[in-house]
């Protein structure tokens, strides 16, 4: 079994009465793709830090490649980061910002700047060098800090939230990009962010982050099919959950269930209700409808035919039994 | 038609607003200097006493030829300038610690401890200063003083413009962003290579901008002299003598440029680093 790239025993972190993060175990895998998902506030940043060594942790062990970096300084770590706000430094070149981590550690000067070029080039910035980055858009300083962290050949390349400033079609042009250029180079990445459709969509596995603690860690189908609590059912996606009398009328159980929208058909059988919303959204439309038995579900449809559900509608909703998930331990089934 | 009414009523509102400021810039404070340039170039009536209105370069000849006005301007040059080195040297970590170390509560009460001696008189702390560095005075007794002279100007008048210096600095350092100390640790900058290669350099404008306070201050500066400067004489000093005992006010003028000239000099330079919008 090889070493992972990033162990986390029993790691916490105060600030004073606050506790930020509340006891973390955690493996990241060598050249894996991993999201760190959770609301603002949950501690995913606070956990990033402790891993760059820009925060110490109040107990609890950081190891990189099997060594304990717990007590060292950023600088003797091998890792870098992309910071959400870029943090290119304004005074220096694009080319000179990416050169910044080999001018440090001594790469003589011809090797340095062929290097950095080179790593302008894979992230499409190739003629850019001679700019400040207050001369370039958001998404080229998003590729300036991604150069000069790739620059130096991290063995883990750390990411807070770096696509949250850029717009939708670049952010999402971005998430192919960043998956493309991990692909590449074949380091671990660790991406933070609170966009579950983002962690979804680029990450090999996926870790929630709740309250300072992690919820459930997971491929994003186990993630998203299976969530181990109401917390990441309600945070990863849209979920209906059933509790209590409407569970038990529902699927003749007992317990916390939940059923997916994209689940879910309109039909002419199945559970009675009224529909209380209908939001158009492009490819789909989303229905709100109120279930006799108690409980408010969304439902997705794709928006293949005509003559829709209207609002105040009696409709009638069906789904398998296979996608209803049982959240939280005790199976009763 | 109405429009081009209502633009010229706005002008002359516009005129109205600014006409007593441009008069204040223009007479109190142009005009001044300009009557002081002027009147370099007259002379003073040897017998009578009486200043004589004609041009005359002499003032500026006995400056440029006479040695000691040379080694007058040289000496208050190098105290200007040991005084604003002094005080960057100071500033810096001081600025810093307020800035990036001290917690927001301790950051107030600090930015406070700068800013009170300001309102003490400066005559007061220069003879504070003046009993601190006697011979058997308090510095003494305990780790020795300069005594009156050269070394006490550049210490008063450091202490008296630290905070000059102080306050740019930790202006420049409170709008830096502590992620970019972060990228550079990140990327294996220890402390001192992210100051010299970060923090510095965005700082450059800051320090120039402290650096026109300590460094003009401190060149024109004659009391501090007096009081602590011994046998020590600079620039304001030479002026304050014509003026009042050798009652030569074209000559006090002509040497009044000296600082005038060596400022427009150096704030000429100074520009070109930005360091005029951190003021």
């Known amino acids: 079994m090889s070493t992972p790239a990033i162990r986390l025993s029993g790691l916490r972190k105060t600030f004073g009465p606050v506790e930020a993060v509340a006891g973390i175990d955690l493996e990241i895998t060598d050249g894996e793709f991993f999201s760190m998902l959770g609301p603002s506030g949950s501690g995913k940043t606070t956990v990033l830090r402790m891993i760059a060594g820009f925060d110490r942790p109040t107990a609890g062990t950081v190891a990189l490649g099997g060594r304990d970096v717990t007590r060292l300084p950023a600088y003797e770590r091998d890792v870098n980061t992309v910071f959400q706000d870029y943090a290119l430094f304004p005074h220096l070149s694009v080319i000179e910002n990416v050169e910044y981590g080999l001018k440090v550690r001594k790469v003589p000067r011809r090797e340095r700047r062929a290097r950095a070029e080179q790593a302008l080039e894979a992230v499409q910035l190739a003629g850019f060098g001679g700019r400040k980055p207050s001369a370039m858009s958001g998404g080229q300083r998003q590729r300036v800090a991604l150069a000069r962290a790739l620059v130096n050949r991290p063995k883990v390349l750390l990411l807070d939230e770096p696509l949250g400033a850029l717009d939708l079609k670049l952010r999402e042009q971005m998430q192919v990009e960043l998956k493309q250029i991990q692909r590449d180079v074949g380091i671990t990445f660790v991406f933070v962010t609170h966009d579950q459709d983002e962690a979804l969509t680029m990450s090999d596995r996926v870790a929630v982050f709740d309250a300072g603690r992690i919820a459930q860690v997971g491929t994003p189908e186990a993630v998203y099919e299976q969530p181990a609590t109401p917390f990441v059912a309600g945070f990863v996606g849209t979920s209906n959950l059933l509790t209590g009398a409407a569970a038990r009328s529902l699927t003749g159980r007992d317990g916390t269930f939940s059923v997916r929208p994209e689940k879910i058909t309109i039909g002419a059988e199945g559970a009675p209700g009224t529909v209380s919303e209908v939001i158009y959204a492009g490819p789909v439309t989303r229905f709100v409808v109120d279930l006799d038995a108690g409980a408010r579900m969304v439902v997705v449809e794709q928006n293949r035919r005509t003559g829709k559900a209207q609002r105040g509608e009696r409709v009638q909703l069906t789904w398998q039994q296979e996608h209803v998930i049982e959240i939280g331990g005790n199976r009763a089934a | ?279």
């Open chain 2, 1 to 279: 038609m109405d429009d081009d009414q209502g633009i010229g009523r706005r002008r002359w509102q516009l005129a109205a607003l600014l006409s007593a400021p441009l008069l204040w810039l223009g007479v109190a404070y142009l005009g001044a200097l300009a009557v002081l340039f002027l009147s370099a170039f007259w002379t003073v009536n040897g017998f009578t006493g009486e200043v004589v209105r004609e041009f005359s370069l002499q003032n500026f000849r006995t400056i440029v030829t006479e040695e000691v006005y040379r080694n007058v301007t040289l000496r208050s040059l190098g105290v200007a300038v040991a005084v604003t080195l002094i005080c960057v040297a100071l500033a810096l970590p001081m600025a810093y610690y307020m800035a990036k170390v001290a917690s927001p509560r301790a950051r107030h009460w600090l930015v406070i401890a700068i800013l009170t001696p300001l309102w003490a008189s400066y005559l007061v702390k220069a003879y504070a200063w003046r009993v601190l560095l006697a011979n058997d005075g308090p510095l003494d007794s305990v780790v020795g003083t300069p005594g009156y002279g050269l070394i006490a100007v550049i210490i008063v008048l450091t202490y008296l413009w630290l905070p000059y210096m102080i306050l740019p600095i930790y202006a420049g350092l409170e709008r830096l962003p502590d992620s970019l100390l972060e990228a550079s640790a990140d990327l294996g900058g220890r402390a001192g290579q992210t100051f010299r290669g970060v923090v510095l350099p965005i700082l450059v404008p800051s320090i120039f901008a402290g650096s026109i306070f300590t460094f003009s201050l401190s060149l024109g500066d004659y009391i501090t002299v007096q009081i602590v400067g011994g046998k020590t004489q600079m620039i304001g000093n030479l002026v304050y003598a014509n003026v009042g005992a050798a009652n030569n006010l074209p000559f006090a003028a002509a040497i009044a440029t000296i600082p005038v000239i060596i400022m427009v000099v150096y704030l000429t330079a100074v520009r070109r680093s930005g360091a005029l919008e951190e003021l």
